[in-house]
């Protein structure tokens, strides 16, 4: 896989309202998919996006894909408290390598 | 179990001391990786296991690290001569032999405090 490289390295935004981060990557994918961290511990798989999709939602999550800009958003509508983590992208090249290489992430706080 | 098991939670260690971390992975996951998260860092590669093959260790960043995955299932990391900048949390991930759209399921690490 390729890092991705998540943007804003940090934001903070009022409960009630939507999050949005980015992520870039450098070279075609298969997949490209998102995790949060809370507290530095486990990562949570959030959701995977294809190449071949556009956009994908789930719950309060939406996430787009542009290939031709090799570029991710992921929106968070109605933020909560329990929304505070670091999330990271992971552009997935399917290229015969199972390897996931993370970036430093976006740190979200969810202010209450 | 149902997901990734790590342990110890938490391990507080002696400089010059050697630790073992484990992990269990899912039931029929094939692959299990190894990774490092030092304080307000990304996350580190250290090693992969597949299956029977070989394992990439291109990631361990010194030959005080070892790994090994026995029976295709629980894998010990063996950190030998602990250093202080050893200290980290070693989260463990599996998955199947190829990526699902449920992606990797990672364990809540084991947060290592050398002293």
């Known amino acids: 896989s390729q890092q991705g490289e998540e943007d804003p390295q940090a934001l903070s935004i009022q409960e009630g309202e939507n999050a949005t981060m980015n992520c870039s990557y450098k070279t075609s994918i298969n997949n490209l998919q998102w995790y949060r961290q809370n507290s530095g511990r486990g990562l949570v798989h959030l959701i995977l996006?294809?190449?071949?999709?556009r956009e994908k939602h789930s719950g309060r999550l939406r996430v787009t894909l542009d290939t031709s800009k090799k570029s991710s958003s992921l929106l968070i509508t109605a933020s909560r408290a329990a929304d505070t983590a670091s999330y990271f992208c992971?552009?997935?090249?399917?290229?015969?390598?199972?390897?996931?290489?993370f970036g430093k992430g976006t740190k979200l706080s969810v202010i209450p | 179990g149902a997901g990734v098991s790590q342990s110890p939670s938490n391990k507080v260690t002696e400089k010059g001391k050697d630790v073992e971390l484990r992990c269990d992975p899912i039931?029929?996951?094939?692959?299990l990786y190894w990774y490092r998260q030092s304080l307000g860092q990304g996350l580190e590669f250290l090693i992969y296991f597949q299956g029977n093959s070989a394992p990439d260790k291109s990631g361990l960043p010194s030959d005080r690290f070892s790994a090994e995955r026995t029976g295709g299932s629980v894998s010990t990391l063996t950190i030998q001569r602990t250093q202080q900048e050893d200290s980290a949390v070693y989260l463990c991930?599996?998955?199947?032999?190829?990526?699902?759209?449920?992606?990797?399921?990672f364990g809540s690490g084991t947060r290592l405090t050398v002293v």
């Open positions: 992971v552009a997935y090249s399917g290229a015969g390598s199972y390897q996931l290489t």
């Open positions: 039931s029929g996951h094939t692959a």
């Open positions: 996006i294809r190449s071949n999709e």
């Open positions: 991930a599996s998955s199947l032999a190829r990526p699902s759209s449920y992606g990797y399921t």
